[in-house]
């Protein structure tokens, strides 16, 4: 089928030779697979051929500009074996062209981009806006051009086109929680040159959470000798087996600040700013390990937490913690500590923005303790919200003494929000509508849509995971929802929390491809988004993962299993597929399913008796989804009430 329509596009395309195809939301023309899909696309016959002596011209003394060719000529060398060369000013193929008058359409990270046989033109106001162009320039080559070693027999041809683009917010981020499972400087690296691919511009790095505490902080040392080791477990995160009584804390690790600085300087080279969180007053075990003083049980015996249960979860939010995971909000020794930690922080980061967390803090400990009841009353503090509040608004004072603004989730609105606190809204898109209104400036990145560790496909073949999110549901998503006022609104963020992702292969296939759903949804004007046709990009774009060696998740090809009681109390399955045209085979008699068995074509009354039901998708007389059996009593669980 894609063939298919790649071809009835050419034909088209050539029987308006003379008109040529200008094409605008659908930008999977012949040969042209772009994600995010610019504003606006003008195809034309014929293409620019990339070889050995293509050259580039960048315009004098603008270091800047020359260092984005350069990362040009290092994308291409791996797959094509050509090193390009690039001079200031002259005539050459490929031109990059900072405008002396800036184009108002593009503002700060547009750019126009031009191909035609022979000539490539790239302008922007900005160095930012010509690294965008960058990116979509390599997105018109051949996929093969991702590969990490040379491909024989390939014409690097790119069609030739008219772009013009600029993204639709200044806010386009992922999150990255290291603290859960630690990973490496390298991997970090590798994940952000990724992001820069689909033009992601915001990096928020969650370094410190109850499982360790990831960033070196020369003041305080034993947040990273002790906080950022524990037990190894390898089970179900949250029901791992407790630390032993004298079990060596082998697993972890943390980022020097030497690490740290190479990795920001490696992000502001693909225009991605870095946001640090450190996760308080909750989510902090791993800090009381280290320093058991600061919390109002002071409980010497805490350990970084390797994935153990430690607190029970009643529904709606609520929740109750077992070990205190809290800083004590009533201790001048907690600002000192925090004092030093962001004092650090400001420095070895050049964002304007310092996360602090503030998410799921549980105040039982505090409420239950006699000196924070004295302090309560003292202060005219109501409740733990307000408390929480307290401390919030002292750690705003403190962000704000290093010349950096506060950013938290959007608890942080409990209790009266702090003077120039951002929000990020999680828990839907409730706390955004309410900051907006505040006159706060927020961030989109609502659970469970934008929850990159949420299950993307049929559950049983998926991480063990409270919730779904399916790239779908992740297109079609509004993330602005009615009642928000947009003003305030910085942009949008998909969070890739890692509870139950231990290694790098899983971080790629929670990642992609919702994370390119996210890209075209925060970049791409809405009016121009269309699932039909993002669809077969996205299927375009696996094939240039494929080249990357990135581990993109399939899962779109398993079907969406229903299960109801029919009136006469019979399991019925309805089964149905996020992507077109597949085919599903099922058995109810424990045979695997394949094309030469039943295709499913309406709901289908489970018999009694049966033990299985199985089934498989194809596309085109191919398997192209996961072998999926699910036991008679997974059935009966799923039953829609
Ligand atoms: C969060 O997911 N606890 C922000």
């Not at 928020?204 to 360790?212: F, R, V």
């Amino acid at each position: 089928m894609m063939l298919n329509r790649k071809i009835v596009i050419a034909i088209l395309c050539a029987m308006s030779f003379a008109l040529s195809c200008t094409q605008h939301n659908n930008v999977r023309a012949q040969n042209i697979s772009l994600i995010p899909a610019p504003v606006s696309l003008k195809q034309e016959p014929g293409h620019f051929l990339l070889t050995n002596t293509t050259t580039i011209s960048v315009p004098a003394k603008q270091p800047e500009v020359a260092r984005i060719a350069q990362y040009l000529i290092d994308k291409i060398k791996p797959a094509t074996g050509y090193t390009l060369t690039s001079s200031e000013g002259g005539k050459a193929h490929i031109t990059f062209t900072l405008n002396a008058k800036p184009d108002a359409r593009l503002g700060k990270e547009g750019y126009t981009l031009h191909t035609e046989a022979g000539k490539v033109d790239i302008a922007a106001n900005t160095p930012a806006g010509l690294f965008y162009g960058v990116q979509t320039f390599l997105q018109l080559l051949p996929e093969e051009i991702e590969s990490t070693t040379p491909v024989r027999d390939v014409e690097w041809k790119a069609a030739a086109v008219t772009i013009l683009d600029y993204p639709r917010f200044g806010w386009r981020g992922q999150m990255f929680d290291v603290s859960r499972h630690f990973f490496t400087k390298e991997y970090v690296k590798k994940y952000i040159d990724r992001m820069a691919r689909y033009k992601m511009n915001r990096f928020h790095w969650h370094l410190t959470d109850d499982n360790g505490w990831r960033v070196e902080i020369k003041s305080l040392p034993r947040l990273t000798s002790v906080g950022a080791w524990r037990v190894p477990r390898v089970g179900t995160f949250g029901s791992n087996e407790p630390p032993k009584a004298g079990e060596a804390a082998t697993d972890g690790g943390f980022y020097t600040q030497a690490d740290i600085k190479e990795i920001v300087q490696y992000a502001k080279d693909r225009y991605i700013e870095v946001l640090p969180e450190i996760d308080v007053p909750g989510h902090s075990m791993a800090a009381l390990a280290s320093y058991p003083e600061l919390s109002v049980t002071n409980d010497t015996t805490l350990k970084v937490n390797p994935g153990s249960s430690f607190s029970t979860w009643f529904g709606n939010g609520k929740f109750e913690m077992h070990l205190d995971n809290t800083f004590d909000p009533t201790d001048e020794k907690v600002y000192q500590f925090l004092d030093k930690v962001f004092t650090e922080i400001a420095a070895m980061f050049p964002f304007e923005y310092i996360h602090m967390g503030g998410d799921e803090c549980y105040k039982g400990f505090w409420e239950r303790d006699k000196g924070v009841q004295a302090f309560m009353k003292k202060k005219n503090i109501k409740n733990g919200e307000e408390l929480q509040a307290y401390f919030v608004k002292r750690v705003d004072r403190i962000i704000q003494s290093k010349k950096k603004k506060m950013m938290g989730w959007d608890e942080i609105l409990e209790g009266g929000i702090a003077p120039g606190a951002a929000v990020m809204s999680w828990r839907g898109t409730k706390g955004g509508i309410e900051a907006s209104h505040l006159k706060h400036p927020v961030v989109m990145s609502p659970a469970p849509v934008y929850y990159l560790d949420m299950y993307q496909g049929e559950r049983s073949i998926e991480p063990p995971v409270y919730s779904s999110a399916r790239l779908r549901e992740v297109y079609t998503f509004n993330l602005l929802p009615a009642g928000i006022d947009t003003t305030y609104v910085l942009g949008a963020q998909g969070n890739l929390w890692t509870e139950q992702i231990p290694t790098e292969p899983q971080v790629e296939y929670m990642t992609y491809p919702r994370a390119l759903a996210m890209a075209e949804s925060f970049w791409t004007p809405e009016k121009h988004k269309s699932w039909e046709d993002f669809l077969p990009r996205v299927e375009d774009h696996f094939k240039r993962l494929d080249a990357a060696h990135i581990n993109y998740a399939r899962s779109i090809y398993d079907p969406i299993i229903a299960v109801k009681k029919n009136a006469a109390g019979k399991l019925l399955i309805e089964l149905s597929t996020e992507v077109p045209g597949l085919d599903i085979y099922y058995t109810v008699d424990n045979t695997i399913p394949n094309q030469y068995y039943p295709r499913y074509t309406a709901p289908v009354e489970y018999p009694d008796g049966a033990d299985n039901f199985r089934l498989i998708t194809y596309r085109k007389g191919e398997p192209i989804g996961h072998l999926i059996s699910l036991k008679t009593e997974d059935l009966e669980k799923r039953v829609k009430k």
